[in-house]
Each structure stands twice: as C-alpha cells, then as structure tokens.
C-alpha cells in the first residue's frame, strides 16, 4: 500500500488525528460514556501503522491506536478515515476484514488469551444521512 497521501483529506486526517492528544480528545468525547469512562486517555498510543489488506483499501488514511482500559486489559481504537461523498454499503464487511487483521497480528506477536477489545470508528463526509 502507498505511503503518499495525494489527496488533502488523507493529508488533514494524518496531520489532526495522528496526534494522540487529538485523538484521544476527540474519541473521549464521542465515543459512548460508558464505553469512554472505561479507557485511560493517557495511555492511548499508535501502534503499527497500518493493517488494512491492500485489496479493501483505496486510501492509506487509517490510524490504530492502543490504549488502557483502567482494568487493565489491552484494548485498541481503530480510526479509520473514508473520505467519500457516498454511503459505502460494505463498510461492515470492510471493518470486519480490518479486525480479524489485527486480531491475527496480535496473535503472531505472541500474545494469547482473550482478543483485545477493538473499537472501529468511521469518519465519513458526505451529503447522503443514511446509515451505513
């Protein structure tokens, strides 16, 4: 998958969100209390850079970060940024396929038991207000 982000969407995402503090301001804030109350802010951290199949993605703009939850346990935050002015039927299938990537990486890292916690959030711009 490329690294050059062309567009200035991809570019605008990676400049904002690729700020942990940014990050983790804007997800403890959007994200549903309960579910927020149970991460640690502070110890939200990128991890590696990509794990998207380069089949599913048209653009390099996803981020994931690992954070704490305050029991804890590992948990990751997956952003992932498409920047399309129209609703994308098979971001389910899509989010799915991103997930059992990072699960399998986890677990090629050595690490056993139960699979961490993965929250996608998906950022879309767009007139159509359907849900996806």
């Not at 969100?17 to 549903?32: D, K």
């Not at 640690?40 to 590696?48: D, G, M, P, Q, V």
């Not at 380069?54 to 690992?66: K, R, V």
């Not at 992932?80 to 990072?102: A, G, P, Q, W």
Request: hydrophobic share 40%; glycine share 4%; proline share 5%.
């Amino acid at each position: 998958m490329a690294t050059d982000l062309n567009n200035p969407h991809d570019r605008f995402f990676k400049a904002t969100f690729g700020r942990a503090e940014v990050a983790a301001e804007f997800l403890e804030r959007y994200l549903p209390p309960t579910v927020a109350a149970a991460l640690n802010w502070t110890t939200l951290r990128a991890e590696k850079e990509t794990f998207l199949d380069p089949e599913l993605a048209q653009h390099p703009a996803d981020l994931l970060y690992a954070v704490d939850r305050h029991d804890g346990e590992k948990s990751y935050v997956y952003l992932l940024f498409e920047h399309k002015s129209y609703v994308e039927s098979r971001i389910n299938l899509d989010l799915l396929r991103y997930r059992v990537r990072i699960w399998e990486q986890w677990l090629k890292d050595g690490n056993t038991g139960r699979l961490p916690v993965i929250i996608p959030v998906v950022f879309y711009h767009g007139a159509d207000r359907r849900k996806c």
